[in-house]
């Protein structure tokens, strides 16, 4: 029990002044973040809001210009090689091999993390049946609808068992159901792994986030869970909260905190 307690209460993630500048841009600007193990943590925030740029730094695919970041007491900084150990990333370009058959594109991910075959043959009959692939097995993966492509590519992220899973926008431009259908598959891993998901759909932040952080001009503006969100900015409906703590009351961005960023 101490140890499941201990595990609850754990750092996933600490991020230390974390900051990515393109030449005069600040993309993401002193991010001071924690997110503990099994949270499903969502950032928001308006488009250029710097949350890709964060997850590209935290996933090691972009070098920080300042600060670091830990996970798992880890620097993405100094200990690559153990970061990318305890990550999995399903990317908002979508990271699935359109000319592979959807079983290939599972052995794929096997072969990089280097199974040998019997767990390969494992861990591909537990992915086929952890996100019902079993029809589509045979299917080339740049036939599949958005929705499906989304599912392999989370599936993939999956079969390295990363300790923490980041989720880039999983469900953009899917329909109505092809997004309730991915729900079900984010909601049946939360709790189990540490989720860090962006996304622009406020109900989804809502329905699925343990707690959610809004990033605007490369800031954290806030964290907190969406009723604490709405709590702090005395609105009832959490996408009311979202546009009144990124906007100021005039209209005119740049809410808080006060912030000298150049964009
Ligand atoms: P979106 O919701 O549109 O995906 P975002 O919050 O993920 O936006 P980022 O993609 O992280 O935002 O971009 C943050 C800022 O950094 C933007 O102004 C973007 O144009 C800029 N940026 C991102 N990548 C690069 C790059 N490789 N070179 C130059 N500028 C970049």
């Known amino acids: 029990m101490g140890d499941s307690i201990k595990k609850q209460t754990a750092e996933a993630i600490r991020t230390v002044g974390l900051t990515k500048r393109y030449k005069d841009l600040t993309a993401v600007d002193h991010l001071e973040l924690v997110v503990k193990q099994g949270e499903l943590f969502s950032l928001l925030g308006v488009n250029g809001a710097g ?7 935290l996933s090691c695919l972009a070098e920080p210009s300042e600060g670091d970041a830990f996970l798992h007491g880890r620097s993405i900084r100094k200990e690559m090689a153990a970061v990318k150990e305890l990550i999995g990333i399903s990317p908002q370009e979508t990271a ?56 392999l590519s ?3 992220a999956l079969i390295g068992e990363p300790k923490i899973l980041f989720l ?48 605007k001009d490369g800031k954290l503006l806030t964290t907190g ?31 808080f905190p006060e912030k000298g960023v150049v964009r």
């Open 51 to 57: 949350k890709t740029t964060a997850i590209k730094m």
């Open 96 to 151: 699935v091999a359109p000319n592979l058959t959807v079983g290939e594109n599972l052995e794929l991910m096997c072969g990089i993390h280097g199974f040998s075959r019997e767990k390969r043959k494992r861990k591909t009959a537990e992915a086929t049946e952890q996100f019902g692939l079993g029809e589509i097995l045979g299917k080339r993966a740049g036939k599949l609808s958005g929705g499906w492509q989304r599912r």
């Open 154 to 156: 989370i599936a993939m």
């Open 168 to 215: 880039d926008e999983p469900t953009l431009g899917l329909d109505v159901l092809a997004r309730s259908s991915l729900w079900e598959v984010i909601r049946a891993l939360k709790g189990r792994i540490t989720i860090i998901l962006t996304t622009h759909y406020m109900e989804e932040a809502e329905a699925l986030s343990h707690r959610i952080g809004i990033m």
């Open 225 to 255: 869970t969406a009723g604490e969100l709405m709590e702090k900015a005395g609105k009832e409906r959490f996408e009311e909260a979202f546009v009144a703590l990124v906007t100021k009351a005039d209209g005119t961005p740049g809410a």
